[in-house]
């Protein structure tokens, strides 16, 4: 039997569950390892808090397991993203305002990773309320890059793909918008993915933008990706906006053979601006890709240029209407100078909410104010709309548009 000091977490997580069904190693096991380097990497600030009753839960895995039950992630210790609700912690989204409340029911997500035998060991820091791209403006400090402490990580799911960089889980949740679970995976070297719109429940998961938000996870193996969506796609009662899926997200142990998969890398990705060594890995990639057999053209999705301005009038609309319910009243923090009803109110969003929250309420409620939804809110929706008959267009023709996360390296953290 494998000693706790020696298990490296990042090993494929189907090579760790067949050592687990084996007998080879025990879910308390892994979970004192996960535990243990989450410990000895604590000055990277990927976590804001460690779940005391992971061990117990770690023993329960091992008991079903004893029992005979056959479990797809069996023992397998994960962190979810601190705007997921979870028992036995606390859910902060990063942000004051919510410290320190306490979830009275828990995500989808959560309920079928733990039903399948994964262990809940911590939760993991964010740009406070998912609001970043650095994982700098968590209201609880910032997250070091795993690879270069002295860049940033990526955001918002910073702290998500840091731990999982760092081996200190097998993987973890997170929630992307734009970008929030891509770009900290390009930027820790992980796996990240985006599922499409609906296909995973947002239920149980702090909402940013409800129209875009969606549901991903960060892995150190592709095949450790197909094996997480397959437990956590489907559709769900508690959230209309889910999907059906297909029978499996499985993926097979060896790479497939991409001749006649037609590809299209997107020339807009690939502009001036770009840095010369992403650039490079790009262009690396894709000749790798067209020695697999695949087969690559070039397309231009002129509307890109719209994109950003387009996310930064609907999104920000979607943060203004989703934060009114933090009010000082309900949950969370509640300022203890109000003397009324509407100091309560006041003080509590003045003292809660961090900067980049106040900038996007205000955004936001600007754009839907009277007078200004058409001119603003209204427009961008047709706009959002255009670009995604241009994607819809280009994937009538094309298996998989080709591109990088981002156009440059990390920036240098800038809070310490």
């Given at each position: 039997?494998?000693?706790?000091?020696?298990?490296?977490?990042?090993?494929?997580?189907?090579?760790?569950?067949?050592?687990?069904?084996?007998?080879?190693?025990?879910?308390?096991?892994?979970?004192?390892?996960?535990?243990?380097?989450?410990?000895?990497?604590?000055?990277?600030?990927?976590?804001?808090?460690?779940?005391?009753?992971?061990?117990?839960?770690?023993?329960?895995?091992?008991?079903?397991?004893?029992?005979?039950?056959?479990?797809?992630?069996?023992?397998?210790?994960?962190?979810?993203?601190?705007?997921?609700?979870?028992?036995?912690?606390?859910?902060?989204?990063?942000?004051?305002?919510?410290?320190?409340?306490?979830?009275?029911?828990?995500?989808?997500?959560?309920?079928?990773?733990?039903?399948?035998?994964?262990?809940?060991?911590?939760?993991?820091?964010?740009?406070?309320?998912?609001?970043?791209?650095?994982?700098?403006?968590?209201?609880?400090?910032?997250?070091?890059?795993?690879?270069?402490?002295?860049?940033?990580?990526?955001?918002?799911?910073?702290?998500?793909?840091?731990?999982?960089?760092?081996?200190?889980?097998?993987?973890?949740?997170?929630?992307?918008?734009?970008?929030?679970?891509?770009?900290?995976?390009?930027?820790?070297?992980?796996?990240?993915?985006?599922?499409?719109?609906?296909?995973?429940?947002?239920?149980?998961?702090?909402?940013?933008?409800?129209?875009?938000?969606?549901?991903?996870?960060?892995?150190?193996?592709?095949?450790?990706?197909?094996?997480?969506?397959?437990?956590?796609?489907?559709?769900?009662?508690?959230?209309?906006?889910?999907?059906?899926?297909?029978?499996?997200?499985?993926?097979?142990?060896?790479?497939q053979p991409l001749?006649?998969?037609?590809?299209?890398?997107?020339?807009?990705?690939?502009?001036?601006?770009?840095?010369?060594?992403?650039?490079?890995?790009?262009?690396?990639?894709?000749?790798?890709?067209?020695?697999?057999?695949?087969?690559?053209?070039?397309?231009?999705?002129?509307?890109?240029?719209?994109?950003?301005?387009?996310?930064?009038?609907?999104v920000p609309a979607?943060?203004?209407?989703?934060?009114?319910?933090?009010?000082?009243?309900?949950?969370?923090?509640?300022?203890?100078?109000?003397?009324?009803?509407?100091?309560?109110?006041?003080?509590?969003?003045?003292?809660?909410?961090?900067?980049?929250?106040?900038?996007?309420?205000?955004?936001?409620?600007?754009?839907?104010?009277?007078?200004?939804?058409?001119?603003?809110?209204?427009?961008a929706q047709k706009?959002?709309?255009?670009?995604?008959?241009?994607?819809?267009?280009?994937?009538?023709?094309?298996?998989?548009?080709?591109?990088?996360?981002?156009?440059?390296?990390?920036?240098?953290?800038?809070?310490?």
């Open positions: 039997m494998k000693k706790t000091s020696v298990i490296d977490l990042r090993q494929p997580i189907a090579d760790i569950v067949a050592d687990v069904m084996a007998g080879r190693v025990t879910a308390v096991q892994l979970a004192q390892a996960s535990l243990d380097r989450i410990a000895a990497t604590s000055d990277y600030n990927a976590v804001l808090e460690v779940n005391p009753r992971a061990l117990e839960l770690a023993q329960a895995v091992d008991q079903r397991i004893a029992a005979g039950e056959k479990l797809p992630l069996a023992g397998i210790p994960f962190i979810a993203k601190d705007n997921f609700l979870t028992f036995d912690t606390h859910t902060t989204a990063a942000s004051n305002i919510l410290r320190p409340y306490e979830a009275i029911y828990e995500g989808a997500v959560i309920q079928r990773l733990k039903a399948a035998g994964a262990v809940l060991v911590a939760k993991a820091n964010l740009d406070a309320f998912a609001h970043g791209s650095s994982t700098e403006n968590s209201d609880f400090g910032p997250t070091k890059n795993p690879v270069d402490p002295t860049r940033v990580p990526g955001g918002s799911s910073g702290g998500s793909a840091a731990a999982v960089a760092l081996g200190q889980a097998c993987f973890a949740t997170g929630s992307d918008t734009g970008s929030s679970v891509r770009l900290p995976a390009s930027f820790c070297g992980v796996v990240g993915m985006m599922p499409s719109y609906g296909l995973v429940s947002r239920s149980g998961v702090v909402a940013m933008g409800s129209s875009f938000d969606t549901i991903g996870a960060l892995v150190n193996h592709v095949t450790d990706m197909g094996l997480i969506l397959d437990i956590i796609a489907g559709k769900d009662p508690l959230d209309a906006t889910t999907v059906d899926r297909t029978p499996s997200y499985l993926l097979p142990s060896q790479p001749k006649g998969t037609k590809m299209a890398v997107i020339k807009e990705y690939m502009a001036d601006g770009i840095d010369s060594g992403v650039k490079s890995v790009i262009e690396h990639s894709i000749d790798e890709l067209k020695s697999a057999g695949a087969r690559i053209s070039e397309i231009s999705i002129p509307l890109l240029q719209k994109a950003l301005g387009a996310y930064y009038i609907l979607e943060v203004s209407s989703n934060l009114a319910r933090h009010d000082g009243i309900r949950y969370g923090y509640s300022s203890p100078d109000a003397t009324n009803l509407e100091e309560t109110y006041l003080l509590s969003r003045q003292h809660g909410f961090g900067a980049e929250a106040k900038r996007r309420i205000m955004i936001g409620t600007y754009v839907l104010s009277s007078g200004y939804y058409d001119a603003y809110y209204k427009r706009v959002r709309t255009l670009i995604i008959n241009e994607f819809k267009k280009a994937f009538q023709e094309y298996d998989a548009l080709l591109g990088p996360v981002a156009p440059c390296l990390p920036s240098k953290s800038v809070k310490k």
